[in-house]
């Protein structure tokens, strides 16, 4: 009997907790409207990170609910390019949110994507800045070519063995090259021994699930850093995965920093210049690959994908490559592909634009005493993310066809604002790496859409220091592609297999390819 008895007050004790528990979390942010789950608890976050198609889902509660959307006690999701631009801008007193903490390959380093002190943060960025602009980077374009041209014998060989293409894994192979050749001057070679070298695709994408529970669960995170996780976390050691690209890259930081070593001009030469640590340079090696190499992959397969499966997109691209043949060699220069290929240069922003890259939350924390932005107010405490599906689909900036591949919305917004035709939108990083983007505020259509579309990025303080490296790899891939190989979705009732966990893990994108220029390889 007195067992019951304490079993029920034990019981009572508890549903009492946790009705207070939810009722203080409710309590957080009563203005914002969401899932009544998301509002009393982290669950509704968990379940939907763990799913693949957070992304999709926040915006389906942002069509439902306006620009703001709380998907947990103390966050709110929005689309609103006023707001996201202010949350980074550089005098603002936003910081960064708890999903940065996931980011350091030790729990006790922090690298420039998860330091959250804004003074080392700035200082980091200001070593990193040159070597990730290129001017450090003497062969920045060439080093970029000879990938390319690894790619195009890739492709070929394929074709003539007359087997179908798993595009998916060939971006990649490609942009995992194209890194490491330009970080630590040492390709690992994807694309010359086409395969899966380290296992670190595979591995890395299991990894990716748990990496994004961490970064919008802090409680998991608490869990995946605690002394428990230790064994299990990627060692330089490891014979494959993120554990053995981190052995690789801490070889390679060994190599330039030995006593007798040259200076390099790739970028370990260059944060090495501008005062990097060797611990430091390790850290932020792994940066480079793990930021770079997802996020370009999938930028490079659904520009791809969006172009040839549209017939009539694709023939203008193919019409206007030709055209300009005479002005390019084997490679493509990014400044030739900026002037001579106004549609391809279209179709790369609406490629990005229809599929950002990066959908992860990024969230900014609130000051203290909150804050009113653009007309709503935010408490204090509260992190604010990022949508980037649906800021990109914003109708009053784009047009209310909004939801479709349509490259010559950006054309036509040129000529409107009486353009030649819509630049790179690699035009607005200033000098410190701080892009300086227009905001659109009275300005025209085309600036608007511009400045919207750099959030793709993020922007001001936090901006991609890589923007202008994977803009130069699309610039060139894309128009190479397209001008020498034919291409077809091989099964047409299947495009792409994608998961979201911020970066995206996508596969089976299988393309048939046909030759359509002879060429030699060109590489090195
Ligand atoms: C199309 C490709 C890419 C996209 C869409 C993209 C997008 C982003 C976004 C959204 C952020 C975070 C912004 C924020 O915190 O608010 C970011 C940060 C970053 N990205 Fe990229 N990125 C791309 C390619 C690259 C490449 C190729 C590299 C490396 C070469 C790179 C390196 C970085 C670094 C180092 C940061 C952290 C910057 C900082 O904390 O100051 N990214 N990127």
């Given at each position: 009997m007195a067992v019951a008895i304490l079993s029920l007050i034990g019981l009572a004790a508890l549903v009492l907790y946790t009705v207070l528990t939810c009722y203080q979390n409710y309590r957080k942010c009563p203005q914002f409207d969401g899932p009544f789950l998301a509002k009393i608890s982290g669950a509704w976050l968990f379940f939907h990170t763990f799913s693949g198609k957070l992304n999709e889902d926040n915006a389906a509660l942002l069509r439902n609910h306006g620009s703001f959307v709380r998907i947990s006690p103390d966050k709110v999701v929005t689309n609103d390019p006023v707001v996201l631009r202010h949350m980074s801008s550089p005098r603002s007193d936003f910081r960064r949110g708890t999903f940065y903490d996931a980011f350091s390959t030790q729990p006790t380093l922090r690298n420039v994507l998860s330091q959250k002190d804004e003074k080392l943060h700035n200082s980091l960025r200001s070593k990193l800045i040159r070597g990730y602009s290129g001017k450090d980077l003497p062969n920045l374009e060439a080093d970029i070519d000879a990938r390319i041209a690894d790619l195009v014998a890739l492709i070929g060989s394929e074709c003539s063995n007359n087997k179908l293409i798993d595009f998916s894994s060939f971006a990649q192979y490609f942009t995992l090259d194209v890194l490491t050749h330009i970080s630590f001057s040492?390709?690992?070679?994807?694309?010359?021994?086409?395969?899966?070298?380290?296992?670190?695709?595979?591995?890395?994408?299991?990894?990716?699930?748990?990496?994004?529970?961490?970064?919008?669960?802090?409680?998991?995170?608490?869990?995946?850093?605690?002394?428990?996780?230790?064994?299990?976390?990627?060692?330089?050691?490891?014979?494959?995965?993120?554990?053995?690209?981190?052995?690789?890259?801490?070889?390679?930081?060994?190599?330039?920093?030995?006593?007798?070593?040259?200076?390099?001009?790739?970028?370990?030469?260059?944060?090495?210049?501008?005062?990097?640590?060797?611990?430091?340079?390790?850290?932020?090696?792994?940066?480079?690959?793990?930021?770079?190499?997802?996020?370009?992959?999938?930028?490079?397969?659904?520009?791809?994908?969006?172009?040839?499966?549209?017939?009539?997109?694709?023939?203008?691209?193919?019409?206007?490559?030709?055209?300009?043949?005479?002005?390019?060699?084997?490679?493509?220069?990014?400044?030739?592909?900026?002037?001579?290929?106004?549609?391809?240069?279209?179709?790369?922003?609406?490629?990005?634009?229809?599929?950002?890259?990066?959908?992860?939350l990024n969230s900014k924390l609130s000051p203290p005493g909150g804050e009113t932005v653009n007309g709503v107010f935010i408490p204090g405490g509260i992190e604010v993310c990022h949508n980037a599906y649906t800021t990109q689909r914003r109708t009053?900036?784009?047009?209310?066809?909004?939801?479709?591949?349509?490259?010559?919305?950006?054309?036509?917004?040129?000529?409107?604002?009486?353009?030649?035709?819509?630049?790179?939108?690699?035009?607005?990083?200033?000098?410190?790496?701080?892009?300086?983007?227009?905001?659109?505020?009275?300005?025209?259509?085309?600036?608007?859409?511009?400045?919207?579309?750099?959030?793709?990025?993020?922007?001001?303080?936090?901006?991609?220091?890589?923007?202008?490296?994977?803009?130069?790899?699309?610039?060139?891939?894309?128009?190479?592609?397209?001008?020498?190989?034919?291409?077809?979705?091989?099964?047409?009732?299947?495009?792409?297999?994608?998961?979201?966990?911020?970066?995206?893990?996508?596969?089976?994108?299988?393309?048939?390819?046909?030759?359509?220029?002879?060429?030699?390889?060109?590489s090195e």
């Open positions: 040492a390709p690992v070679g994807y694309l010359t021994q086409n395969r899966d070298v380290y296992s670190y695709i595979s591995k890395v994408s299991d990894f990716l699930q748990v990496l994004e529970l961490g970064a919008n669960i802090p409680t998991v995170q608490r869990i995946l850093d605690s002394v428990l996780m230790a064994p299990f976390r990627p060692k330089i050691t490891d014979a494959d995965g993120m554990g053995a690209m981190m052995g690789m890259a801490s070889k390679a930081v060994a190599f330039h920093y030995a006593p007798d070593a040259k200076a390099y001009p790739d970028m370990l030469g260059s944060f090495i210049k501008h005062g990097l640590t060797q611990q430091e340079a390790e850290s932020e090696a792994m940066v480079q690959v793990l930021g770079g190499s997802d996020s370009t992959a999938t930028a490079v397969r659904m520009i791809m994908l969006y172009i040839i499966t549209h017939p009539e997109v694709y023939g203008k691209c193919v019409k206007e490559i030709e055209a300009n043949e005479s002005v390019f060699g084997d490679s493509i220069s990014s400044a030739a592909s900026r002037q001579h290929l106004p549609y391809v240069q279209a179709c790369i922003k609406e490629g990005l634009r229809i599929w950002p890259p990066l959908q992860a009053e900036i784009y047009g209310v066809d909004a939801d479709q591949f349509r490259p010559e919305r950006w054309l036509e917004a040129a000529e409107e604002a009486g353009k030649a035709h819509a630049a790179s939108i690699d035009q607005g990083l200033g000098e410190d790496g701080v892009s300086v983007g227009a905001g659109g505020d009275g300005k025209t259509r085309l600036a608007r859409m511009e400045s919207t579309l750099e959030l793709i990025f993020g922007s001001g303080r936090f901006g991609c220091l890589g923007r202008h490296i994977a803009l130069i790899e699309l610039d060139k891939v894309i128009p190479v592609l397209l001008r020498d190989f034919g291409w077809a979705v091989a099964d047409p009732s299947r495009g792409i297999e994608s998961k979201c966990f911020g970066v995206f893990v996508q596969k089976g994108m299988w393309l048939k390819a046909t030759p359509r220029r002879v060429h030699d390889k060109h």
